[in-house]
Each structure stands twice: as C-alpha cells, then as structure tokens.
C-alpha cells in the first residue's frame, strides 16, 4: 500500500527509532520547527492518574520552554475525574478540558481533542500514565527531521497477556493487510502535525488506524520505541474482547484508504463474476428452451440465476453505498459540530466546532 519502506524486517526488534521513509532509499526532508504543543489526553475513568499526569506533563514541557496546552477529554466517566481537572484548571490555566455527556469511546475523545487543539504539534496519550511524558521531547525531534506522524513503539510493554497477545495478533493483521510496517497501532502515543489532524477522520473505533488513514492521505509515518510503565492506578478498559471490532473496523479502514477513490475496484469485482454466472446460467436455460422446447419454467436453475444476478447487482449498490455514506458523513467538520460535550473547562463550547474548516 503506498510507497513507504523499511529497511528492516517488519518484526525485527531494534533498539533506536524506526523511520519509514516516504520512498526506498530516500531519507525525509526535514520539516518546520515545532512553534507550540497541544497534548490530547483522552480519559475513562483515570482521577487517581491525573494529578501525576498534569504535574509529569507540565514539567517536561517547561523544560521544551514552547507555548503549550493540555487538553483532557473526559469521556463520560463516572468518578471524580471532573472535579480533579476544575481543581487543577483553577492552579494551570494551560490545562483544558472538555466532558462527554457520556462514554462515546476513544476515537470519540480524540475527535473532540482534536477539533479543541489549536497548536502545530499535536501529542496524544493515556491517561493511565503508562506512556512516559520525558519521552515528549523525542517526539519533537523526529516531527521536526520530517515526519508527519510519529507513533509509539511499546517494545517492552508492561501489560498482562491478556492484552499483550490480543495486540500482538492484531498488529501482525493490520501490517500484512495494510502494508504499513508499524510494529505497534495500538499505541496511543502519538505525535501529529496539526495538518494531519485535520486531515483524517475518526469515528466508530478508528483510533487504533491513525497511521494507515494518515498514510493514505500522503501524510510520512515514522515509529518510535518509547519507555512503557506497568499501570500504577485503575483498571485497563481493553482485552480480548476488542479483537472482533478490531478486525472489523480493519475492514473498513481497508476499504476507505485502499478503495475510496475507486470503490468499484472491490465491490465491481465479485458483482460482475457473480452476474455473470447468472447470465451465463439463464442464456443456458433460454438455449434449451428455444432449441429443444425444454420446460424451464420450474427448474431451480432459473431461480439460481436469477439470485446470482440480484446478488451481483446488490454487490453494485448496497453494499457500495452504504460505506460511501458511512464514510462521507464522518468528516471533521460534522464530527466536530456534533461533539457530545456537556461542559468544559478553559474552551469555549464553539471552539470544538471550529476543526477543518
């Protein structure tokens, strides 16, 4: 998929930064300095994490010494979440936040975060304070050699089996599908231009698929290995019961990258084959009855063709228009006009609304 290469195996464990290039052989060009940071937590559920998180954050920003914002997205938790982040907004007024009226999932979150963030350099991370906020600067550094997106690499994660295997066999899926050569989608330590951002489009439980929507819009993906901590407070919120909407929702990103511009190319395929044997099967059957006077009429080779050629013309419409629909009316602009925000804190509820446009 694309031009992208990596000089390496795909599962070959390295000890320094991966960079996928945009072409074999070709070393990015080096991009823009980094003017500001907007830091994207999106959070469920984490109030015994976010006092260490904003105190941890903040001081490796002022180390970075760049104007900066954190923004914390409530997704609907339900304990005292909230009343921490008004605490620690009435100390920092760089810290933001915005609040579900409800759990609308990760990829929700980072749609709100992202329509909130207003500076050139967008991180994401946990609210779990398992991504360690000192590797904040090495992020920078790759953004600023010339990636577009950078995204993290737990090679050493600190997770029970009963997430670490299900990531595994879902990262070894997504790179053969996708041709992206990440070791690690699942990470939610990422870095992006803030073009990238407004770029992709995130809904159901895309989150995990950032690098393959932003490879498909041209966008330079790299990878970074980052120091991963075993979770300290709460409970995880993923396992193996997310591997089926995973797969699924693989499909659909594999069809939205590969096939959105010419959809045809899949739904076209299987449709002519499958009314061509119908033709094929009722041109036989009219033979017969036109040279011989066979009865035809009560033959369930008749109705056979006649399901195969709806089936081939469903394959044409339904199914085509459907994924256009669902695809089309996710854009960022209406994904930010209908935030599900109840209330924020340091962002004006129109700001959300302001993404893309």
């Not at 945009?22 to 994490?49: D, F, K, L, T």
């Amino acid at each position: 998929m694309g031009s992208i290469a990596q000089a390496p195996g795909a599962d070959q464990v390295m000890g320094g930064p991966v960079v996928i290039a945009a072409s074999p052989g070709i070393a990015p060009e080096r991009g823009s300095r980094v003017r500001s940071i907007s830091v994207v937590v999106p959070a469920y559920n984490e109030e015994g994490n976010l006092r260490e998180l904003h105190r941890r954050v903040t001081a490796v920003l002022d180390q970075v010494g760049l104007p900066f914002e954190i923004i914390v997205v409530d997704d609907g938790s339900k304990d005292a979440g909230w009343a921490v982040l008004q605490e620690l907004a009435a100390r920092d007024p760089r810290l933001k936040a915005l609040r579900h009226r409800r759990n609308f999932g990760k990829a929700r979150a980072l749609t709100t975060g992202f329509a909130a963030a207003g500076n050139d350099l967008v991180i994401t991370m946990d609210g779990d304070l398992q991504d360690d906020p000192d590797e904040i600067p090495r992020f920078i550094e790759r953004i600023e050699g010339g990636d577009d997106l950078v995204s993290g690499w737990k090679q050493n994660r600190q997770d029970p089996i009963g997430k670490t295997m299900p990531s595994k066999l879902f990262n070894r899926t997504v790179r053969a599908v996708t041709g992206v050569p990440l070791h690690d989608f699942n990470c939610g330590f990422k870095a992006y231009r803030l073009d990238v951002v407004r770029s992709i489009r995130l809904y159901g439980e895309l989150h995990r698929f950032t690098p393959v929507l932003a490879n498909a819009e041209g966008f330079r993906i790299g990878e970074l290995p980052v120091t991963h901590h075993p979770r300290t407070w709460g409970t995880s919120k993923y396992g193996w019961s997310r591997l089926p909407k995973g797969f699924l929702d693989l499909l659909t990103v594999t069809f939205i990258t590969t096939y959105r511009q010419r959809p045809m190319h899949m739904l076209g395929l299987p449709g002519l084959v499958t009314m061509a044997i119908g033709v094929l099967i009722a041109l036989w059957l009219t033979a017969e009855k036109v040279l011989s006077g066979a009865a035809i009429g009560g033959r369930p080779l008749l109705l056979l063709a006649v399901l195969l050629i709806v089936i081939g013309a469903q394959f044409f419409g339904l199914g085509l228009l459907g994924e256009l629909l669902a695809h089309g009316a996710n854009t960022p602009e209406a994904a930010a006009r209908s935030a599900p925000v109840r209330e924020t804190i340091g962002v004006p509820m129109n700001r959300n609304r302001g993404a893309g446009e």
